[in-house]
């Protein structure tokens, strides 16, 4: 089935070349499901891009509105753009939504509380809690999320945890991972962790899936009405390369990304481990979590 995105969206073309139906209007007679994209991140077109090809896979009508921080002036991409693509969060935040995508930043150097737009943005997670059926909050987003609503903390990590890690889900009974094999890769590339020990005291929260290396990798709370993804399932095949030489390009002391190159040989091609269970997990959430209207009835509190 189609997505339905905002006219004129300037990777609408790219989408389209890699045989992703798009719609600009709702047909006659159709009630998709509406989800938000709330987009930290600062190349915001190829946040777009890998975030709409993860939703195209499962077969269900879906409208996605991207917002952004209400007032803010943006540096990275141009306003215009936001201006014309994106909605601001005040003039949503009246209706009721089915799901929510709050993505990662790069603002990982910062506390939280340090963050421009910090007070906005927990005011948006105690939001999501009356106003959408399931919050999928990812990498950054997901660290800031389990800071503001369960006190959770952050730490610095000595090396960046950047490649891809297996993960070992806990119950594949689960409807998250319907589908799923005893392990599934994730991409990783993050300076920053939260900890196990931390969260499970934390009567809320529930460890979905975790690795020996990377830690806790999915973490849900309130049967499947938030999900924390500590990864980057939703990474394009040369992101992490992108990201590799970008940094190098930048003087920086980084290794390349564990288990990604054949050979784990930058000069070798991509291996490509994670986007099959990738696909999976977010038709699995769209499904079974976005698409469940028995999910409203469970209280967030």
């Known amino acids: 089935m189609p997505l339905i995105v905002p006219r004129d969206l300037p990777c609408k073309e790219r989408l389209k070349q890699e045989g992703i139906e798009l719609l600009e209007t709702i047909p006659p007679g159709v009630y998709p499901l509406r989800l938000l994209l709330l987009n930290l991140m600062p190349q915001k077109e190829d946040a777009e891009m890998e975030y709409y090809r993860m939703l195209s896979y499962a077969s269900l009508y879906i409208e996605v509105k991207l917002i952004k ?27 009721h939504y089915d799901g929510m ?19 906005q943005l927990k005011s948006i997670f105690r939001w999501t809690k009356t106003h959408v059926r399931s919050t999928l909050f990812v990498c950054w987003g997901a ?18 945890m950047f490649g891809i890690y297996e993960q070992t889900p806990r119950s ?5 991972f319907t589908g799923f094999d005893s392990h599934f890769n994730m991409p990783q590339s993050r300076h920053t962790e939260v900890r196990l020990e931390d969260m499970k005291y934390v009567k809320e929260l529930d460890i979905l899936a975790e ?5 806790a990798g999915i973490i849900s709370a309130f049967e499947g009405r938030e999900f924390f993804v500590t990864g980057h399932l939703e990474y394009h095949r040369d992101r992490l390369a992108y990201e590799y ?3 190098l390009g930048k003087g920086l002391h ?7 190159f054949e050979d784990n040989d930058p000069q070798k091609p991509v291996r490509i481990s994670w986007r099959a269970h990738a696909q999976l997990f977010y038709t699995n959430w769209l499904k079974y979590y976005v698409a469940n209207p028995q999910l409203d009835s469970i209280p967030m509190q």
Do not use: C
């Open 69 to 95: 921080m209400s007032n803010l002036t943006y540096k990275t991409t141009p306003q215009a753009y936001m201006d014309r693509f994106y909605t601001d969060f005040n003039e949503v935040q009246s209706g």
């Open 101 to 119: 995508i709050v993505t990662g930043a790069p603002l990982e150097h910062l506390l939280f509380e340090e963050v421009t737009y910090w007070e």
């Open 143 to 160: 660290q800031a999320a389990l800071y503001a609503m369960y006190r959770v903390p952050k730490f610095w990590l000595t090396q960046k």
């Open 172 to 176: 594949l009974s689960l409807p998250i």
């Open 211 to 215: 690795s020996p290396i990377s830690g």
């Open 245 to 247: 030489q970008r940094d």
């Open 254 to 260: 980084i290794q390349p990304p564990v288990d990604y």
